[in-house]
Every structure is written in C-alpha cells, then in structure tokens.
C-alpha cells in the first residue's frame, strides 16, 4: 500500500465529491453488476448490524448498564435505509470491486461515517423532542466500525481473489522481470506492471546500483545491490527479462546492459519517463514498456544547443522547408515549428506524405501560420511563385532524390532533382532576397563515389560558388550555408527498417559487405545541429557533425536480431549479397584536401574547402543539365566527373570511364614524354 498523505487524501476527497454529484438515474443503473455490488454491500451491513446487537446484548460489565435490545427493530431498519442512502450518493455501487482502489475506500469511509453522524443527529434530536433514545450509543460506534471493516474487507479479498485468479490463468505467458532502478519512475511502473490485465511481467524485484537500500523493500519485493554481474543477478533470482526504468541511467550504462542481458539471451526492455507523459491518467503505462530498440543503443548523449542562437534564426520570421514531407525535411519542419516562426511553408512534390505531415503539424501546433504547398523544385516557375508569395526569410532545402543504387540507374533524375534543383531553389532565395539558405547535403558527397554523392557535391559546388560570387554585392543579401552528416536512423530507406522488416518475415537480413561501416545518427538529433549550424553561418561554410564511432553493419545486423529474441545464423540467417552499384566500404566526411575548423559546439566542425568560380561553374551546371535532358547515362556520367574530379566509380558499370580517363592521361604522358626526347 502506498503512503498515506494529505495531498493525496485531499485528491481522493475531490475525486469522491466530483463522482457524488453526478446526477442519481435509477435507470442508468439497471446494470445487473452495479445492483448486485450494492445488493452485497446492503447485505454486509445487515450483517454487521446483526453482530453488533449480538456483541452488545452480550456485554456483560457492572460499570456499565447496557439493556438488551432486539435484533430486528424500527431502529435498526432507520440504520440500514440511512446506510443505504449515502452508499447512493457516494456512489459506493460504482466501480468494479476487482479494481478498488484508495479511492472506493475514502468513499465508504466517508458513506460510514455521513451515516454515523445523522444517526446521531436523530438520536439527540428524538432525546430532546421525546426525552428517549432511538439508538444505544455504543452500538452505532460499533456498527460504524463492524460495517465499514467489513466493506472494506470484502473488496479486498475479491480483488485478492481476482488478482490470484488471473495471475494462474496468464501464469504461462507471463515474463519474470526485475526493475532497474528503485526512484520515483521505478515505483511508478512497478505499480502500473500490478494492475495491468492480463498480466504479461511477473514482478521479482529491484536493482539499485548504488546499494544504499540493501535488504529493503519495495511494494513487498526485494532491493537487490548490484554487487555482481547483473546477469548473474538475474539468473540467481529465476528473472529471465529486465526492465530499465531508472531516468539517470546513462547512455553507456545503458549500452552495457544491454550487450552483457543478450549475450546471456536476457530480454531487455525500456520503460517510459512517467513525468514525461502529457496524458498520464489515460495512458496505460505498462503498455509503454517497449523492447530496447537499436535506435536507444546508437543514440549519443543528448545535444546541447545554442537554443538563443536558433531562436534569433526562427523565432517570428518565414521559414521555408524543401522536401518538407521527407524524413529529414518533416523533422526540420517540427523543430522549426517549436521556435514559433512567423509563417512556415514546407514544399514538397510527393502527395500523401505532404498532407500527413501537415495534418500533424496543424494537430500539433493549431496556432500555427502554416502553408504546405505541393510543388517539385524541378519548376522553377512555381518556386519563383512560392517565393514572391510568401518571401521566406530563411530556406532549409533538403529536396534530394538520395538512393544511390536508384541514382546509378538514372543519372539524368539525379541531376535533375540534386542538381538542377538545388540551383533553382538557390537562384530563387537570391532572386527574392532570402538572408539565409541552408542546403542539407550528405557525407556521400565527399570522395563521391556513386551519382548520388556526385550530384550532392555539384550541389554543394554551386552553393558555393553562389557565395563567393555575390557576397560583397550590396545587391544581394542571402548567405549560403552547407550541412553534411552521414546516416540517418529510420530515415526512408535507411538500414535499420530494412533489418526490422526482414526479422519480420522470417529472416534472411541481407547485407552487402561483412566489412562494410557506416556512421549513424538520429533524425532528431541531425536537424537539431542542422538549425543550429544554419543559425551559426555566416555564409560560404560546409558544416560537418560529429558522427560518433563508425558501426559495422554485421554487428549491427547481429544486435538487432537478439534484440528481437532470436539468435543470429541459427533462427534468423544474415545473408551477404555483395556491394551495390556505386557503394563504399565506408564514408568519409572529409576530402584529402579539407581541413576543419572547430565552432563553439564540439559536435559541429567547419570544413575549409576550395572555392569555385560561378560563371564556370554556372556554364558547366548549365552543359550538365543539358546534357541529362538526352537522357545518355555514361555522357551524364562524363560531365559529372568532369566537374567533380575526385568522383571514382566503384562496383559501377561507370568504372570503365575512370579507366579509360586514366590511359588517356597515360597516353598524354607518353606523349609529352616523347615531344620532350624529340626537342
């Protein structure tokens, strides 16, 4: 049982009275469950009241005079209607007795005691008008006490009896958990996993990590100091499941937690923050507990953001989001949202995502001055339009085509879309004044050895030439800042989805490489440092995050499958398929000829990279793009290498064009060579 407290006996008062005023309908009532509660509580008092005349009339004590009264009386037939009366307005009948709470217990307390009080009140008023007692004194205190520990009791053994009802029928399905952790989230869950039906965790105990609280209990269970190998812990006390649920565990504790519970095949689940929950009364907490996720073990320790800085960007200014129903730009859009914009406009040219996103935006912020307008950055006619209309202050274009075996197959859409795009939306924020554009690119631009990374680095080229060209022009006032980061956890297409979907249906998870790393991020966590990047820029900056320890994905692959209760290679195989076309080993966030600068956030470093002519680039832009519109892959392909010189093919039908340019500078040598002699 839980404490006893004023707050908490002040909050059953209000709860009793909220529920006593409810309009009395005998014919909401006709329930037969709801008659037949107060059916059995009538008949507990009539039995109390029938102990109470047998304990007085058998009193046998000089000093006191008690005469014998009769069991069935005018008088005791007053005691039962009162009784019965205030259990109506109570609405002692109301709830289920499997369920009682504290609360049905203030109720019954409070019908007791309304009906002790008026009985006296019509004793001493029928003493004062009649000069006789109605009721022996004695004998109302002691059905008072009879009658209400009676009540009380039986609720308690039928919700006893429920409880050990159920606890047999689910026994089987049941899971035995210890809880991590013993502060105020840890009880809060342990009371939630009690009273949940049908019970799924059988609860064993508790572990604290600190080992103040040895030999203590919680709720009857024990504290147990992890002194040992938690596995060993939980082994010893028959626990096969364990639930974290402390809210100062770390995100290192956590990871090692979890590696050690599935190296002994021990379940591991995640419990929510209860404080945290907006709508704690109708939310069935246990049904949050999760399983741990791959997402929670790859996740670093919180960003801390410049959260002024970003709010000096945003805050009652008009915001604009290419690509805004992707899984980048949506989130971006989210957090902008936070930060109270002006207005803010997402663009996107893809239907039904468009508008789920901005139903979620309007449900989330209805106070919001929201626009989400279907067009493809390809229109530069519509854009010109969009932006003439709203005048964004601030662009965030994270429009991109991003697949890169897709991209490989059609290099002219990436050039489209990456390229041709990414020039409109830049030439359009110039045009119409924008101060700030914010090209969200990838780390696949760098050393690119697919179209796709190729098309984002042209991308990052002409932002960057753009810069250089115009900044000391009084004409023009937009600055142009490039963001680079790597993998993004349950992005679109992103590997750990797949992984999940291939558990699902039975496995095989395919993977490329056995060697093959990558670095991950969280999409919450890349566009935080997007914003906070964006806000940082002065213009012409190529930002790179902290991307944390690289991942090889077979680990990778392992973890989740013991995370979903299976064992790797045996009830789930891992398949190696070979490298896609135009896929790396692994992923660089720099090229050899950058270097980085540090910034106030250690997460956030700038990347110094050589600056590139605008007309040139524009021209060669211009042949590219012209080029695609003839739809000839290895032409396309031509160009892009041309203008991204360090673009190297790999496991490409494209590697023969590297080829060929390298006996071509072969034979130029040869040549030069020869001229040389010859002079």
Avoid at 209 to 226: A, C, R, T, V
Wanted: glycine share 4%.
């Amino acid at each position: 049982m839980k404490p006893l407290n004023s707050r908490r006996i002040q909050e059953a008062l209000k709860q009793v009275f909220k529920s006593s005023k409810k309009r009395i309908d005998f014919k909401n009532i006709g329930y037969l469950p709801r008659w037949l509660i107060l059916c059995f509580d009538m008949f507990i008092c009539f039995v109390a009241l029938i102990l109470t005349s047998l304990i007085i009339n058998n009193i046998n004590i000089s000093d006191i005079n008690l005469s014998t009264q009769p069991i069935f009386s005018p008088s005791a037939g007053l005691i039962l209607i009162t009784n019965l009366l205030f259990f109506i307005f109570f609405r002692t009948y109301a709830g289920l007795i499997r369920h009682s709470t504290f609360i049905d217990a203030i109720k019954f307390f409070l019908a007791s005691l309304a009906t002790l009080i008026t009985l006296l009140i019509v004793n001493y008023s029928h003493l004062i008008f009649r000069e006789s007692n109605l009721f022996l004194i004695p004998k109302l205190f002691i059905y008072f006490a009879i009658s209400f520990s009676s009540l009380l009791l039986f609720r308690v053994l039928v919700k006893q009896v429920f409880e050990a009802y159920f606890d047999y029928a689910t026994k089987e399905d049941q899971i035995s958990v210890m809880i991590y952790g013993i502060d105020s989230n840890a009880i809060a869950i342990s009371n939630a996993l009690k009273v949940e039906r049908p019970i799924r965790y059988k609860l064993i105990g508790f572990i604290d990590k600190k080992g103040k609280n040895q030999s203590k209990e919680i709720l009857g269970l024990p504290i147990i100091h992890l002194k040992r190998k938690l596995s060993v812990i939980l082994r010893a006390h028959g626990a096969n499941a364990i639930i974290l649920a402390d809210k100062s565990i770390t995100q290192e504790e956590r990871i090692k937690i979890v590696d050690e519970c599935l190296e002994h095949n021990i379940k591991v689940f995640r419990a929510p923050i209860v404080s945290d929950m907006e709508d704690k009364e109708n939310v069935n907490v246990a049904q949050q507990i999760q399983n741990v996720q791959i997402e929670d073990l790859l996740e670093r320790e919180p960003i801390v953001l410049n959260n002024k800085l970003i709010a000096k960007e945003l805050f009652d200014r008009r915001i604009l989001v290419t690509g805004g129903a992707g899984s980048i730009g949506s989130e971006i859009a989210r957090q902008v949202a936070n930060y109270k914009p002006q207005k803010l406009i997402i663009v996107d040219q893809a239907e039904t995502p468009l508008y789920q996103i901005q139903m979620e935006i309007k449900s989330n912020f209805p106070e919001l001055n929201f626009e989400a307008v279907i067009a493809d950055v390809r229109d530069k006619e519509k854009l010109e339009n969009i932006f003439e209309l709203y005048k964004p202050q601030v662009v965030y274009h994270a429009a991109a085509y991003k697949h890169v075996p897709l991209m490989e197959d059609n290099p002219s859409q990436a050039i489209f879309t990456n390229v041709m795009g990414t020039k409109n939306v830049a030439d359009t924020a110039l045009k119409f004044k924008t101060d700030k554009f914010v090209l969200v690119s990838t780390d696949k631009a760098v050393n690119p050895s697919n179209v796709m990374g190729a098309s984002k680095r042209i991308a990052e080229i002409y932002v960057q030439a753009m810069q250089e060209a115009f900044q000391h022009d009084n004409r023009y006032v937009t600055n142009y800042v490039t963001t680079r980061f790597g993998n993004v956890l349950g992005s679109n297409g992103s590997v750990v989805p797949l992984f999940k979907r291939q558990i699902a249906e039975g496995g095989p998870l395919t993977i490329t490489h056995p060697d093959i790393i990558r670095y991950f991020m969280t999409i919450p966590e890349a566009c935080q440092l997007v914003l906070e990047a964006g806000a940082m820029g002065n213009g012409g900056e190529i930002y790179i995050f902290d991307m944390g320890e690289a991942v090889k994905i077979i680990d990778l692959a392992k973890k989740i499958i013991k995370l979903a209760g299976f064992i790797p290679n045996k009830d789930i195989e891992i398949k190696i398929i070979g490298l896609r076309p135009g896929e790396k080993l692994y992923e660089e966030l720099l090229n050899d000829k950058s270097t980085t600068l540090p910034t106030y956030n250690e997460k956030i470093m700038i990347a110094r990279a050589e600056m590139y002519d605008y007309e040139k680039t524009n021209s060669n832009i211009a042949e590219l793009i012209t080029s695609a519109s003839q739809f000839d892959k290895v032409e396309v392909v031509k160009r892009m290498k041309a203008l991204v010189p360090e673009y190297k093919s790999m496991n490409s039908s494209y590697e023969e064009l590297d080829k060929s340019e390298k006996n071509s500078k072969k034979e130029a040598k040869t040549v030069n060579l020869r001229d040389k002699k010859v002079s």
